[in-house]
């Protein structure tokens, strides 16, 4: 199952580095997106994949998987709600203002133009 | 009262919601964000004094039992920084009052100033690796926040960089705290530190040891990884990029200094060696930046990177006069780039341009602002006694203990390119004749400089009143050499 | 711009209310099961979403007119206050307390002090997600 995991996180790296090297500003907000998850998906399988029943608090259960990951994965998640959300409305008051979505022509500044 | 610890972190989070109550009342925005630094400045005093008596302060949040709730450590190293963060963002928000303009101070301005200190106490105080991972997240999103305020064209192309970078950083954390977790299972950071020593010297430790370094080095700006800074960090206005440069960097340092004495202690031949010939490439590639270019921000923003190579090679030789060397630079380089920023950006105030070919003849109408300029370069490039001085004297000296003979010499050499590049913003500026228009009104002239002296005048007594500080700075030293007293304070009363 | 839809309008006059009702059991849920704040509020801003697609963004503003930003000031305000609580007994900060209480109707339950941070959580949650969907969807 690790291995499995390995190949999918490898995966989602690939896929996100070649997303978020692109010009186009769209695909380089899905290509973050992707690595996000492929951090949450390492980070899971870094806590050990084993562990019959969900960590909930009742009576009986001794092998359990590992909570302290899913909660860190919890709030990343959270985080990068967040972030996306937040680059999401930057992209587009940037394509309104700069009136394109292709990073090459965001180079430079004014002065030098 | 052993809350005391969290009053610096969580006084400006709780008045920053209250601030998001009435955006569009900017007395009262102003009045509330100077209460609440004030407040937070008073308990961060109170704080020190406490360090200075009782040692290192702990609290576990929730009340559990340390390894496993979240731990906040204050030592002193966290306590001085702390301290120093509120105080420079006290005098940015004072400047901001005639600089930032109505417009940006009605777009939740002074919230987003709290929120990211808040972010930036935290990343200072916690003492738990993932803790340390959303308190940099709370920073960067107020950052993103503050570095878009306005809209202008340039700063939405920048913001965009700055956000791409800092989101590729930040997933390299959550994979570095992973990898990290899987081989000592634990996430608080006094743990981790008897965890790895229990390890010893292996070949994963070392390779997450380059990795924190790498994460750490893109916020903190150090060679390679710098490439982002200069560009970001110029597009916002003044009072913002005096902020992002005194603090920001900063943060990673911190956090490089930290993981660096606190986790990885064994391989000290290959992992410090490292840190040690990166902090003095940072230093050829900063003065190099320096020099090259007549933008007066650009200048400054150099002048960061240098700083932190400075800092790093002191913390990287891990005897103890580099690295008290160190914690006096970094207090220094916090106060002393906060005063440049407010003083460049009166100069561009004046003159309408940041492009130093088209200034000149400043001192005629303004000499105070001249000569007070010229203390803070003075103070910037280490000249006795000012504040410079006696943390690099103490770095150059844990670098010949550490017997790295040309590593110091390189040292005090580039303290002369970092005088002459700062002095060739006084030549250009103040001396010569008088070229263009003065856009500025003499009211909010004395406005601007006001908060800039009143700081200048902090750099100047932290360089002559250095001796009583030794005491301070020898408790953050001895913390950060000697991982058993942070870690006994952390456990105590537990095993 | 427009629009006409009549069915998606007048389905979504019954189905807000559903979602919002399951939005508060999901928030309840969270107590000893999966839930809490978060997703609750996930669900509720989902429902205020719906509402946007079927009307438009200042029908629904008239329907419902709320400040958001001020919603994610409250939210935040209750979360950090209820935390702060334990600052004055001197316990550590975020130190969880809970009692059993008899209340009319729903009988004898448990209330603990993690609920009122949720519900922070939960109106921090709808604040912000509908800040940004009103900034992105605002202007034309």
Known sequence: MEILMSILIGFLFMAAVYLILSRSLLRI?????????????????????????????????????????????????????GVTAFSLVLAYRAYKVVDTDNMDLMKGNEDND | MINLLLFPVLIPFLFAAVLLLFPKKVKAQRIVTMIGLLFALASSFVLLYKVKVDGVQTLTLGSWAPPFGITMVSDMLSALLVTSSLLIVFFVVWYSFTSIGEEREKAFYYPAILFMLTGVNGAFTTGDIFNMFVFFEVLLMSSYVLIVLGGEKIQLKESIKYIIVNVVSSSLFVITVGYLYSVVGTLNMADISVKLAEIGPSGIVTVIAVLFLIVFGIKGGIFPLFFWLPGSYAAPPIPVLALFGALLTKVGVYAIMRTYTLFFTSDVGYTHNLLM????????????????????????????VIAVGVILFGASVMNESGMMGSVFYLIHDILIKGALFLFIGIIIKITGTSDLRKMGGLIKRYPMLGWSYLIVAFGLAGIPPLSGFIGKLLIVQGGFEAELLWQSIF????????????????????????????????????????????????????????????????????????????????????? | MKTNDLIIQ????????????????????????????????????????????????????EMLPINYTVVTAIGLLISILTASGSIFFNVPFFTHVFDDFYIPLLGETSIHTAMFFDTGVYLVVVGVTITIIQMIGGDE
């Open chain 1, 29 to 81: 907000i899905i290509g973050t997106g992707l690595l996000s998850h492929g951090t949450h998906l390492l980070l899971l399988t870094m806590g050990g994949l084993g562990g019959e029943s969900a960590p909930v608090l009742a009576d009986g259960i001794t092998d359990y998987a590992d909570p302290l990951p899913q909660a860190l994965i919890l709030t990343a998640i959270v985080i990068s709600f």
């Open chain 2, 277 to 304: 010939i990166l902090s003095i490439l940072t230093i050829v590639v900063g003065c190099i930046g320096a020099l090259a270019y007549f933008d007066v921000k650009q200048i400054i923003i150099y002048n960061i």
């Open chain 2, 411 to 495: 040292i005090l050499a580039s303290s002369l390119l970092v005088l002459l590049s700062a002095i060739r913003i006084f030549i250009y500026a103040f001396w010569g004749e008088e070229k263009g228009e003065h856009l500025i009104s003499p009211k909010k002239y004395r406005h601007l400089l006001a908060p800039a002296i009143t700081l200048a005048g902090i750099t100047v007594l932290y360089g002559v009143g250095a001796e009583y500080l030794v005491p301070f700075m020898a408790d953050a030293a001895n913390v950060l050499l000697d991982p058993s007293i942070y870690v006994d304070a952390v456990f105590e009363g537990v095993k």
């Open chain 3, 10 to 61: 007048t389905a979504t006059k019954v189905v807000f209310f559903i979602i919002f009702l399951f939005s508060i059991h999901i928030f309840f849920a969270g107590h000893y099961t999966p839930g809490g704040g978060f997703v609750g509020g996930l669900v509720m801003s989902s429902a205020i979403v719906l509402l946007m697609l079927a009307f438009d963004l200042k029908t629904v503003q």
